[in-house]
């Protein structure tokens, strides 16, 4: 069993950034390609950044290319997405999630279906 506790979320401008962090309770996190996703109020959660278990490999939603970063910390068992040049669509919570290594993390990065274990959220909130 793991758990993720994500934080950072908050109000911010239109424009600005914020850094979501996510800690996760396990001794073998790196055991664990790592997602973010989000939902926004009326919507469907859709993925947002995915990062395999040793960083090297990323993808990002077409939504939030060229904004934001997604990294992690093996060492601090966290992840972290960098959101820059926030926009009011960008509101929604934000959740992360964990996928076993043993799932195929270039088919599967973005189907949240494959995810194993999830944060309960952190609320962003870009306001225009």
């Not at 600005?16 to 073998?28: E, F, H, N, Q």
């Not at 999630?97 to 194993?116: D, K, P």
Request: glycine content about 10%.
């Amino acid at each position: 069993q793991v758990q993720l506790v994500e934080s950072g979320g908050g109000l911010v401008q239109a424009g600005g950034s914020l850094r979501l962090s996510c800690a996760a309770s396990t001794r073998t996190f790196s055991s664990y390609h790592m997602g973010w996703f989000r939902q926004a109020p009326g919507k469907e959660r859709e993925f947002v950044a995915a990062i395999n278990w040793s960083g090297g490999i990323t993808y990002y939603a077409d939504s939030v290319k060229g904004r934001s970063t997604i990294s992690r910390d093996n060492a601090r068992n966290t992840v972290y997405l960098q959101m820059n040049s926030l926009k009011p669509e960008d509101t929604a919570v934000y959740y992360c999630a964990a996928l076993q290594t043993s799932t195929n993390y270039n088919l599967n990065y973005y189907r949240g279906s494959q995810y194993a274990y999830w944060g309960q959220g952190t609320q962003v909130t870009v306001s225009s």
